[in-house]
């Protein structure tokens, strides 16, 4: 009874030891729902950690862009040749471009996304730190990426992908991730603008406080722009109580809302 | 100057309140987002599935004619997080929708509020 009661003293002890952060993380109240005066202040329970449930607050941008200009065409530099085809030709779901029940995009199709739309999308994701690497799973499409972090090198000739190849490091309290290796099969927003083979995305991770995140975008991709790409950081707040939900898209699902909704929504009834 | 303090967070409450979580990846270019639109709807079928939830319902107009619309919403996941079930609606459920009307005049809108017949509201999202 003794060794059981030393032993439960001891598990006791142990979970004591490690609890302070893992409840930093999960059981602290929100507090406000808006976001912060600019301040960097950090704690110790914060900093290089970025576990939990995030989700994007709301801006006040138009309706239709609400929460959705992590990737800001305000300040997009000029497309390039190629850039302009593929800009041209994209059938967008969002902005002045958009037309209801004609838009066309790798998601219509049940197809993977990628950053960084991935990373704009109006859903949640979870960051998941484990050593040496760390996970993002997003709603949107029960997608997750693996970031590097145990020091190696971005790969020098990667084959094409969705997600790309990422790797990630702290520089003081920021968390900054590189990414090469992407296809050109998907946009970098909503608006139609283009991603091509040749883009360097870089990440910044910056936790103002225990609740509010900043992430800042950048597109380096000098086939598709002039110029690097540079978004204003984009603020998410910490959800304690939320679950990443499923979320897949299943072809029967899309093609049910496809032909009775999407479409059906852009057709004026005849008279 | 007494006043201006509530008016304030009146008007941040309200400008928060109004900016939902809209549609993900399909695109909201169909609805006229700036304008609602009530409807004294009959439910005829209930879709609480991905990609968006689908409230199909019916519409009698004074001389008694059915049409047959479709209010488009956010996803299951989402609306769990604001008070949603699959459960929420039913066929014959008989409810005030309140939603964003379609800019070419379709009978497919997109849903921003539910008013039961107790009184009750349930909004499609809130600000998080």
Same mark, same amino acid.
């Given at each position: 009874m003794q060794v059981r009661f030393a032993g439960s003293l001891v598990v006791l002890i142990a979970g004591l030891s490690f609890s302070p952060s893992m409840l930093a993380q999960t059981s602290q109240p929100s507090g406000t729902s808006k976001a912060p005066a600019g301040t960097s202040a950090t704690t110790t329970s914060t900093t290089h950690d970025l576990s939990g449930v995030w989700m994007q607050y709301a801006d006040g941008t138009?309706?239709?862009?609400?929460?959705?200009?992590?990737?800001?065409?305000?300040?997009?530099?000029?497309?390039?040749?190629?850039?302009?085809?593929?800009?041209?030709?994209?059938?967008?779901?969002?902005?002045?471009?958009a037309v209801g029940g004609a838009e066309d995009s790798a998601a219509l199709h049940c197809e993977p996304s990628g950053p960084p739309q991935l990373l704009i999308l109006p859903n949640p994701f979870e960051f998941v730190q484990i050593p040496g690497r760390v996970f993002m799973f997003f709603e949107e499409l029960h997608i997750w990426r693996t970031?590097?972090?145990?020091?190696?090198?971005?790969?020098?000739?990667?084959?094409?992908?969705?997600?790309? =190849?990422?790797?990630?490091?702290?520089?003081?309290?920021?968390f900054i991730v590189e990414t090469v290796g992407?296809?050109?099969?998907?946009?970098?927003?909503l608006a139609g603008n283009p991603r091509s083979?040749?883009? +360097?995305?870089?990440?910044? =991770? +910056?936790?103002?406080?225990?609740?509010?995140?900043?992430?800042?975008?950048?597109?380096?991709?000098?086939?598709? =722009?002039?110029?690097?790409?540079?978004?204003?950081?984009?603020?998410?707040?910490l959800e304690p109580t939320w679950e990443i939900a499923e979320w897949f898209c299943a072809t029967s699902e899309e093609q049910t809302y496809d032909e009775q909704v999407r479409k059906p929504s852009g057709v004026a009834p005849s008279k | 100057?007494?006043? *201006?303090?509530?008016?304030?967070?009146? *008007?941040?409450?309200?400008?928060? *309140? &109004?900016?939902?979580?809209?549609?993900?990846?399909?695109?909201?270019?169909?609805? #006229? *987002?700036?304008k609602t639109?009530?409807?004294?709807?009959?439910?005829?079928?209930?879709?609480?599935?991905?990609?968006?939830?689908? &409230?199909?319902? #019916?519409?009698? #107009?004074?001389?008694?004619? &059915?049409?047959?619309?479709?209010?488009?919403?956010?996803?299951?996941?989402?609306?769990?997080?604001?008070?949603?079930?699959?459960?929420?609606?039913?066929p014959g459920d008989q409810v005030t929708l309140i939603a964003n009307p379609n800019k070419v005049g379709a009978r497919v809108v997109f849903l921003e509020k539910v008013v039961f017949s107790d009184g009750k509201e349930l909004t499609t999202a809130k600000a998080f």
């Open positions: 138009e309706p239709g862009f609400a929460r959705m200009n992590g990737v800001d065409d305000r300040v997009r530099p000029p497309l390039t040749p190629w850039g302009q085809a593929r800009f041209d030709t994209a059938k967008p779901l969002m902005g002045p471009r970031i590097w972090t145990d020091g190696r090198p971005l790969p020098k000739d990667p084959d094409p992908s969705w997600l790309g =190849y990422s790797v990630g490091r702290w520089e003081d309290n920021t992407f296809n050109d099969k998907v946009w970098a927003d083979e040749q883009m +360097h995305l870089t990440e910044r =991770y +910056h936790r103002l406080n225990h609740d509010t995140l900043e992430q800042q975008i950048v597109i380096d991709d000098p086939k598709s =722009y002039t110029k690097t790409w540079v978004s204003p950081p984009k603020l998410h707040k | 100057m007494k006043g *201006m303090l509530p008016r304030f967070f009146a *008007m941040l409450f309200g400008f928060f *309140m &109004v900016s939902v979580p809209l549609l993900a990846h399909h695109g909201n270019s169909a609805y #006229d *987002m700036s639109t009530s409807y004294k709807a009959t439910i005829t079928k209930f879709e609480y599935s991905n990609p968006h939830t689908q &409230v199909w319902f #019916d519409v009698t #107009d004074e001389k008694g004619n &059915v049409e047959h619309w479709v209010a488009e919403t956010t996803n299951p996941g989402m609306l769990n997080r604001v008070g949603w079930t699959r459960d929420t609606l039913k």
